[in-house]
């Protein structure tokens, strides 16, 4: 991964995230994000558009910090059964997002996770 980009991607608090429909329609929402392992990581429920988006087809397109940031072309996908990215990505949260995690948000997306209505989600630049 470019150092820059990696480098944005460690300091800014959101991304935002394009999927793509079959059709090739857009549409573009803010996430939380881990850089881990030259991969973005965030977490979304199963049922979410963007979830089944990315099961079937996982082209993205990732804007950095603001909807016109630096942006990237890339790979998502569903990562299942990965306990340890799981509790890595909450404690990741939990630093990262200071105030939010542990007083509310942090309850919700382990529930989701542990449920298996929330998804872990990596996505792996393809443009350099």
């Not at 990315?54 to 909807?67: D, F, L, S, Y």
């Amino acid at each position: 991964m470019d150092p820059e980009l990696a480098t944005a991607l460690r300091r800014t608090r959101y991304l935002y995230l394009t999927t793509y429909s079959d059709a090739g329609k857009p549409g573009t929402v803010p996430t939380w994000c881990w850089l881990h392992d030259d991969a973005v990581y965030f977490t979304t429920q199963r049922a979410s558009l963007k979830a089944r988006r990315i099961a079937k087809n996982g082209r993205v397109t990732v804007h950095v910090g603001r909807k016109d940031g630096p942006a990237f072309e890339g790979r998502a996908e569903l990562v299942e059964d990965r306990r340890d990215l799981e509790k890595a990505i909450l404690a990741a949260y939990h630093r990262k997002y200071w105030i939010l995690v542990p007083l509310w948000m942090g309850r919700y997306l382990r529930k989701g996770l542990e449920a298996r209505t929330s998804v872990l989600v990596r996505v792996r630049p393809t443009t350099p």
